[in-house]
Protein backbone atom coordinates (compact mmCIF):
# COMPACT_ATOMS: atom_id res chain seq x y z
CA UNK A 1 0.00 0.00 0.00
CA UNK A 2 1.89 2.77 -1.18
CA UNK A 3 -0.88 5.48 -0.56
CA UNK A 4 -3.07 8.18 -2.19
CA UNK A 5 -0.58 10.27 -3.87
CA UNK A 6 -1.35 13.87 -4.64
CA UNK A 7 0.37 16.52 -6.86
CA UNK A 8 1.84 19.62 -6.27
CA UNK A 9 1.21 19.76 -2.61
CA UNK A 10 1.44 23.74 -3.18
CA UNK A 11 0.37 25.82 -5.54
CA UNK A 12 0.19 29.82 -5.49
CA UNK A 13 -1.29 30.66 -8.76
CA UNK A 14 -3.09 35.09 -9.79
CA UNK A 15 -6.47 35.27 -9.94
CA UNK A 16 -7.75 34.29 -13.45
CA UNK A 17 -5.22 31.62 -13.92
CA UNK A 18 -6.07 28.07 -14.52
CA UNK A 19 -4.41 25.27 -12.17
CA UNK A 20 -4.46 21.55 -12.78
CA UNK A 21 -4.01 18.91 -9.91
CA UNK A 22 -3.58 15.04 -10.06
CA UNK A 23 -4.32 12.14 -7.57
CA UNK A 24 -2.66 9.04 -7.42
CA UNK A 25 -4.97 6.67 -5.74
CA UNK A 26 -4.31 3.29 -4.34
CA UNK A 27 -3.62 0.91 -7.09
CA UNK A 28 -6.87 -1.70 -6.31
CA UNK A 29 -9.38 1.26 -5.22
CA UNK A 30 -11.45 1.56 -8.01
CA UNK A 31 -13.48 4.84 -6.49
CA UNK A 32 -11.94 8.11 -5.76
CA UNK A 33 -13.02 11.16 -4.54
CA UNK A 34 -12.40 14.92 -4.66
CA UNK A 35 -13.13 16.86 -1.46
CA UNK A 36 -12.55 20.64 -0.60
CA UNK A 37 -11.40 21.53 2.80
CA UNK A 38 -11.35 25.17 4.05
CA UNK A 39 -9.67 26.74 7.20
CA UNK A 40 -11.94 25.71 10.20
CA UNK A 41 -13.91 23.51 8.29
CA UNK A 42 -14.44 19.88 7.55
CA UNK A 43 -14.04 18.21 3.60
CA UNK A 44 -16.65 19.05 1.55
CA UNK A 45 -17.78 17.07 -1.25
CA UNK A 46 -17.10 17.84 -4.84
CA UNK A 47 -17.22 14.88 -6.96
CA UNK A 48 -16.54 10.86 -7.27
CA UNK A 49 -15.55 8.05 -9.57
CA UNK A 50 -16.05 4.63 -9.81
CA UNK A 51 -13.27 3.50 -12.43
CA UNK A 52 -13.37 6.18 -14.82
CA UNK A 53 -17.06 6.82 -14.53
CA UNK A 54 -17.94 10.32 -13.04
CA UNK A 55 -21.02 9.25 -10.90
CA UNK A 56 -21.71 12.34 -8.63
CA UNK A 57 -21.12 15.93 -8.55
CA UNK A 58 -21.28 18.39 -5.83
CA UNK A 59 -23.60 21.89 -6.58
CA UNK A 60 -20.15 23.16 -4.97
CA UNK A 61 -18.73 22.16 -8.58
CA UNK A 62 -19.32 25.34 -10.44
CA UNK A 63 -18.84 25.05 -14.39
CA UNK A 64 -14.86 26.25 -13.96
CA UNK A 65 -14.43 22.91 -12.12
CA UNK A 66 -13.80 19.87 -14.15
CA UNK A 67 -12.48 16.42 -12.99
CA UNK A 68 -11.73 13.32 -15.21
CA UNK A 69 -10.20 9.79 -14.54
CA UNK A 70 -9.02 8.07 -17.65
CA UNK A 71 -8.77 4.65 -17.71
CA UNK A 72 -10.11 4.51 -14.22
CA UNK A 73 -6.34 5.43 -12.57
CA UNK A 74 -5.54 9.07 -12.00
CA UNK A 75 -7.44 11.35 -11.59
CA UNK A 76 -7.03 15.61 -12.50
CA UNK A 77 -8.53 18.11 -10.96
CA UNK A 78 -8.89 21.09 -13.10
CA UNK A 79 -10.29 24.74 -12.05
CA UNK A 80 -10.10 27.35 -14.74
CA UNK A 81 -10.08 31.33 -14.11
CA UNK A 82 -9.54 30.87 -10.06
CA UNK A 83 -10.73 33.35 -7.89
CA UNK A 84 -9.72 34.09 -4.27
CA UNK A 85 -13.19 31.97 -2.81
CA UNK A 86 -10.73 29.11 -4.52
CA UNK A 87 -8.40 29.34 -2.32
CA UNK A 88 -8.65 26.42 -0.07
CA UNK A 89 -6.94 22.56 0.65
CA UNK A 90 -8.30 19.78 -2.62
CA UNK A 91 -8.08 16.49 -0.74
CA UNK A 92 -8.48 13.05 -3.00
CA UNK A 93 -8.91 9.94 -1.57
CA UNK A 94 -9.83 6.49 -2.77
CA UNK A 95 -11.91 2.90 -1.54
CA UNK A 96 -12.49 0.17 -2.67
CA UNK A 97 -16.32 -0.04 -4.74
CA UNK A 98 -19.52 -1.06 -3.15
CA UNK A 99 -18.45 -4.72 -2.69
CA UNK A 100 -16.78 -3.77 0.61
CA UNK A 101 -19.55 -1.54 1.51
CA UNK A 102 -17.44 -0.84 5.03
CA UNK A 103 -14.11 0.33 2.89
CA UNK A 104 -12.75 3.52 4.63
CA UNK A 105 -11.57 6.80 2.47
CA UNK A 106 -8.04 6.57 2.04
CA UNK A 107 -6.61 9.97 1.64
CA UNK A 108 -4.08 11.95 0.43
CA UNK A 109 -1.92 14.81 1.78
CA UNK A 110 -4.05 17.65 -0.07
CA UNK A 111 -3.08 19.81 -2.18
CA UNK A 112 -3.11 23.75 -0.80
CA UNK A 113 -4.30 26.39 -3.57
CA UNK A 114 -3.77 30.07 -2.39
CA UNK A 115 -5.19 32.49 -5.62
CA UNK A 116 -3.70 36.33 -5.04
CA UNK B 1 -31.13 14.70 4.92
CA UNK B 2 -27.46 13.86 6.02
CA UNK B 3 -25.34 16.03 8.62
CA UNK B 4 -22.75 15.25 11.06
CA UNK B 5 -22.46 17.93 14.21
CA UNK B 6 -19.04 17.94 16.58
CA UNK B 7 -20.13 20.45 19.06
CA UNK B 8 -16.87 21.40 20.62
CA UNK B 9 -14.67 23.40 18.37
CA UNK B 10 -12.03 22.85 20.83
CA UNK B 11 -11.19 20.06 23.76
CA UNK B 12 -8.56 20.39 26.08
CA UNK B 13 -6.82 17.53 28.17
CA UNK B 14 -3.63 16.91 30.58
CA UNK B 15 -1.60 13.90 29.38
CA UNK B 16 -2.74 10.89 31.40
CA UNK B 17 -6.46 11.72 31.66
CA UNK B 18 -9.52 10.40 29.70
CA UNK B 19 -10.60 12.10 26.86
CA UNK B 20 -13.44 12.25 24.91
CA UNK B 21 -14.94 13.68 21.03
CA UNK B 22 -18.29 14.00 20.73
CA UNK B 23 -20.12 13.50 17.70
CA UNK B 24 -23.68 12.96 17.02
CA UNK B 25 -24.97 12.68 13.32
CA UNK B 26 -28.17 12.53 11.15
CA UNK B 27 -28.77 9.95 8.25
CA UNK B 28 -32.16 8.27 6.53
CA UNK B 29 -30.99 4.93 6.77
CA UNK B 30 -28.12 2.94 8.83
CA UNK B 31 -25.41 4.88 9.64
CA UNK B 32 -21.98 4.08 8.62
CA UNK B 33 -19.67 5.79 10.89
CA UNK B 34 -16.22 6.82 11.09
CA UNK B 35 -13.30 8.52 12.87
CA UNK B 36 -10.42 10.28 11.00
CA UNK B 37 -7.48 12.54 12.70
CA UNK B 38 -6.03 15.17 11.02
CA UNK B 39 -1.99 16.74 11.50
CA UNK B 40 -1.47 20.32 10.34
CA UNK B 41 -0.36 20.27 6.67
CA UNK B 42 -1.41 16.39 5.76
CA UNK B 43 -4.32 14.53 4.77
CA UNK B 44 -6.84 12.66 6.87
CA UNK B 45 -6.06 8.86 8.31
CA UNK B 46 -8.44 6.77 9.39
CA UNK B 47 -8.74 5.50 12.96
CA UNK B 48 -11.84 3.52 13.52
CA UNK B 49 -15.54 2.94 12.18
CA UNK B 50 -18.78 1.47 13.28
CA UNK B 51 -20.97 -0.38 10.48
CA UNK B 52 -22.39 -3.13 12.62
CA UNK B 53 -22.42 -5.30 15.34
CA UNK B 54 -20.83 -4.46 18.89
CA UNK B 55 -21.31 -0.91 20.03
CA UNK B 56 -18.14 -0.32 21.22
CA UNK B 57 -15.12 -0.23 18.66
CA UNK B 58 -11.59 -0.31 18.96
CA UNK B 59 -9.29 1.81 16.47
CA UNK B 60 -5.72 2.76 16.02
CA UNK B 61 -3.64 4.47 18.77
CA UNK B 62 -5.61 2.91 21.72
CA UNK B 63 -8.96 5.20 20.57
CA UNK B 64 -12.29 3.72 20.88
CA UNK B 65 -15.67 4.91 19.98
CA UNK B 66 -19.44 4.00 21.34
CA UNK B 67 -22.54 3.72 18.69
CA UNK B 68 -25.73 5.02 20.75
CA UNK B 69 -28.51 4.56 18.28
CA UNK B 70 -31.16 6.33 20.77
CA UNK B 71 -28.97 9.71 20.88
CA UNK B 72 -27.23 9.44 17.18
CA UNK B 73 -23.91 9.72 18.71
CA UNK B 74 -20.41 8.19 17.87
CA UNK B 75 -17.97 9.50 20.77
CA UNK B 76 -14.50 9.26 20.06
CA UNK B 77 -12.68 8.23 23.38
CA UNK B 78 -9.44 7.42 25.01
CA UNK B 79 -8.58 6.06 28.54
CA UNK B 80 -5.12 8.01 28.58
CA UNK B 81 -4.29 10.55 26.51
CA UNK B 82 -0.81 11.56 25.38
CA UNK B 83 0.48 14.61 24.33
CA UNK B 84 0.95 13.35 20.57
CA UNK B 85 -2.34 13.23 20.18
CA UNK B 86 -2.73 16.40 19.87
CA UNK B 87 -4.43 16.88 16.17
CA UNK B 88 -7.77 17.74 14.64
CA UNK B 89 -10.26 14.89 14.54
CA UNK B 90 -13.27 14.49 12.59
CA UNK B 91 -16.18 12.89 12.46
CA UNK B 92 -17.68 11.33 9.30
CA UNK B 93 -20.83 9.20 8.17
CA UNK B 94 -22.33 7.49 4.96
CA UNK B 95 -25.99 7.12 4.73
CA UNK B 96 -27.35 3.27 4.03
CA UNK B 97 -28.95 2.62 1.15
CA UNK B 98 -29.76 6.20 0.54
CA UNK B 99 -26.65 8.12 0.10
CA UNK B 100 -24.47 5.15 0.46
CA UNK B 101 -21.57 6.83 -2.00
CA UNK B 102 -21.03 9.78 -0.38
CA UNK B 103 -19.14 10.44 3.21
CA UNK B 104 -20.18 13.44 4.98
CA UNK B 105 -18.00 15.01 7.46
CA UNK B 106 -18.47 16.98 10.68
CA UNK B 107 -16.86 20.72 10.92
CA UNK B 108 -13.81 18.68 13.12
CA UNK B 109 -12.40 19.29 17.29
CA UNK B 110 -9.17 20.24 17.70
CA UNK B 111 -7.66 18.15 20.94
CA UNK B 112 -5.12 20.18 22.85
CA UNK B 113 -3.34 17.35 25.17
CA UNK B 114 -0.93 19.75 27.71
CA UNK B 115 2.06 17.44 29.56
Known amino acids: DTGVSQNPRHKITKRGQNVTFRCDPI?????LYWYRQTLGQGPEFLTYFQNEAQLEKSRLLSDRFSAERPKGSFSTLEIQRTEQGDSAMYLC??????????????FGNGTRLTVT | AQSVAQPEDQVNVAEGNPLTVKCTYS??????LFWYVQYPNRGLQFLLKYITGDNLVKGSYGFEAEFNKSQTSFHLKKPSALVSDSALYFC?????????????FGSGTKLNVKP
Open chain 2, 27 to 32: VSGNPY
Open chain 1, 93 to 106: ASSLGRASYNSPLH
Open chain 1, 27 to 31: SEHNR
Open chain 2, 92 to 104: AVRDAPYNFNKFY
